[in-house]
T-cell receptor, first 114, second 115 residues
Framework: GESVGLHLPTLSVQEGDNSIINCAYS??????FIWYKQESGKGPQFIID?????DKRQGQRVTVLLNKTVKHLSLQIAATQPGDSAVYFC?????????????FGQGTILTVHP | DAGITQSPRHKVTETGTPVTLRCHQT?????MYWYRQDPGHGLRLIHY???????DKGEVSDGYSVSRSKTEDFLLTLESATSSQTSVYFC??????????????FGPGTRLTVL
């Protein structure tokens, strides 16, 4: 089955720095990937997604990179702000002809120091 | 929270009692999901629905049942709550176009404590 992992459970950065959060997945048939942000006491909030036919996608201050060769994706946050402090999850949609499911990573805690 | 509400937001109950959690959406999305979130396990799918009266099991469905009589409402029932069901429960929705490969949007969550 699909397993999704994160390289670091916590990440601390200074305000204004760039942050990089990593995620590995195991199923080479996975074809859709999502990053979520979860603040304390709230539900996961969609940040950005990418499909397997792309290597990179950019949003506002965020970039997702997908390396299918090594089954790895990353979330880059530019000019990190204190409001970016949260838990970040990657989620992977397994491929296949039947209904797949979204598998979530454990999460990385991002702390931004002013 | 993408037009998703959950009720109640917090509940404390006793072992053996029935509990029903409600998810309500105003987005007219076809797919609805119930997840539980526990430390060390991340988000795990309990049940999902792909249309009115159409539901299926997720990976941790034992002890839970669901019902969907209207597009906008998805109910999760714990027939006889156990302490192992203490968790935070999230509802999610996706896909006017379909469930596979669609972004899922989450509600604010319900914190359930079973004593």
């Amino acid at each position: 089955g699909e397993s999704v992992g994160l390289h670091l459970p916590t990440l601390s950065v200074q305000e204004g720095d760039n942050s990089i959060i990593n995620c590995a997945y195991s199923n080479s048939a996975s074809d859709y990937f999502i990053w979520y942000k979860q603040e304390s006491g709230k539900g996961p909030q969609f940040i950005i997604d990418i499909r397997s036919n792309m290597d990179k996608r950019q949003g506002q201050r965020v970039t997702v990179l997908l390396n299918k060769t090594v089954k790895h994706l990353s979330l880059q946050i530019a000019a990190t702000q204190p409001g970016d402090s949260a838990v970040y999850f990657c989620a992977v949609w397994a491929g296949g002809t039947s209904y797949g499911k979204l598998t979530f990573g454990q999460g990385t805690i991002l702390t931004v120091h002013p | 929270d993408a037009g998703i509400t959950q009720s109640p937001r917090h509940k404390v109950t006793e072992t053996g009692t029935p509990v029903t959690l409600r998810c309500h959406q105003t987005e007219n999305h076809r797919y609805m999901y119930w997840y539980r979130q526990d430390p060390g396990h991340g988000l795990r799918l309990i049940h999902y629905s792909y249309g009115v009266k159409d539901t299926d099991k997720g990976e941790v469905s034992d002890g839970y049942s669901v019902s969907r009589s209207k597009t906008e409402d998805f109910l999760l029932t714990l027939e006889s709550a156990t302490s192992s069901q203490t968790s935070v429960y999230f509802c999610a929705i996706s896909g006017i176009a379909g469930g596979r490969g669609d972004t899922q949007y989450f509600g604010p969550g319900t914190r359930l404590t079973v004593l």
